[in-house]
């Protein structure tokens, strides 16, 4: 029998950022899978560990980060690969879009020669006159109107739109099982992000990628739907469908991050913010993080750190009440 292995799964991961003077644990257990052609979006504030998940993942930190737990990609155990394997994995089966473009780029060397590099290292094409038909082509996919231009630009010359559009081209040029997106519209004007989101969910649907998408902005992870992992001093707490976990928040700090926000997507009365403020990096307290500022806690919670269990279908949380069945309004 052929089993099929989910092109993403995540075990356990954790990490660690080591200094002479210090280790400082940043993601604490983290597990998710992502089946071909699924997003999941990391939600939650600045400082969550939601970049650092995305980064451990294609393991970008090097020796500067202790990285546990498991990292699965079709089945393939990414943290005990040799280096050299993992660089050709690297843009190639899994692709990353950061938030910022211009730093995703050389400034020195023209849109279209970066591509038709990126074609050639992974094998995809030679650089030849085939490879510069392809990364025009891949310039046109990813609606640039004049691909023959921009290919014979360098960064500089193009919007700040155009240039992640243009590193979206050189991520999906490999077609990557795998597209970590960082916060890909953060640096850009308001009207381009929506036409950036749209973008990548048009490739996604058609070539079937899986999509890891970084962000703090609800009507992004809205938008966008697929599955929400909410993340709250370095953990998952709450994962779920992006709808049913928008509308219907089971864990307190869910609810309390969704009240605290400006919501496209729904009409509401006033923002209420959440008590208090998270853990400083790597001062976790004992039991669930977000019990100092829980409005629900319960005196176990100040000891125990509840894990992320099943609390309806398809959806979980890491909270005792929720897990209770006690209801949370
Ligand atoms: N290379 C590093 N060395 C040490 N600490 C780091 C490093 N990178 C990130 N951190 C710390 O890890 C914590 C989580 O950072 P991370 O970037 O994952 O947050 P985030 O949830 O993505 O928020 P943001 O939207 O601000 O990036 C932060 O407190 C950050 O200071």
Do not use: W
């Not at 990364?135 to 919007?159: C, F, N, Q, T, W």
């Not at 897990?323 to 949370?328: L, T, W």
């Amino acid at each position: 029998m052929i089993t099929e292995h989910a092109p993403l799964d995540v075990g356990d991961l954790t990490t660690t950022f080591v200094s002479r003077r210090r280790r400082t644990p940043v993601v604490r257990g983290v597990s998710f899978t992502l089946a071909r052609g699924q997003t999941m979006m990391l939600l939650g504030e600045s400082g969550s560990g939601k970049s650092v998940t995305a980064r451990s993942i294609l393991r970008l930190y090097g020796s500067s980060a202790d990285i546990g737990g498991t990292v699965r990609m079709n089945g393939v155990e990414l943290l005990s690969l040799p280096e050299s394997e993992m660089r050709s994995l690297r843009g190639g089966q899994v692709a990353l879009v950061p938030q910022d473009p211009t730093g995703a780029l050389d400034p020195l060397r023209r849109i279209g020669s970066q591509l038709t590099e990126v074609l050639a290292v992974h094998g995809v094409e030679r650089v030849t006159s085939a490879a510069r038909r392809r990364a025009e082509e891949l310039l046109a996919m990813v609606g640039i109107p004049d691909p023959k231009r921009v290919a014979a630009s360098y960064p500089h010359e193009l919007s700040g739109g155009m240039r992640q559009r243009a590193v979206i081209a050189i991520a999906v040029s490999c077609d990557p099982q795998v597209l970590i997106a960082d916060e890909p519209t953060t640096a850009l004007d308001v009207t381009v992000q929506a036409q950036i989101l749209e973008l990548i969910a048009e490739l996604q649907a058609r070539m079937g990628t899986a999509v890891l998408m970084v962000t703090h902005d609800v009507g992004v992870a809205a938008d966008f739907g697929g599955r929400i992992g909410v993340m709250y001093a370095g953990r998952l707490v709450e994962e779920g469908p992006a709808k049913e976990v928008l509308s219907d928040p089971k864990h307190p700090y869910t609810e309390g991050l969704l009240d605290s926000l400006p919501r496209p997507d729904v009409e509401r009365g006033a923002l209420r913010s959440i008590v208090g403020s998270p853990p400083g990096v790597g001062e976790f307290p004992a039991g669930c993080a977000f019990a100092p500022r829980c409005p629900r806690a319960l005196p176990s919670c100040h000891r125990e750190d509840p894990p992320l269990v099943p609390v309806a279908p398809d959806r979980s949380a890491a909270c005792p009440v929720v897990n209770s069945g006690e209801a949370v309004t």
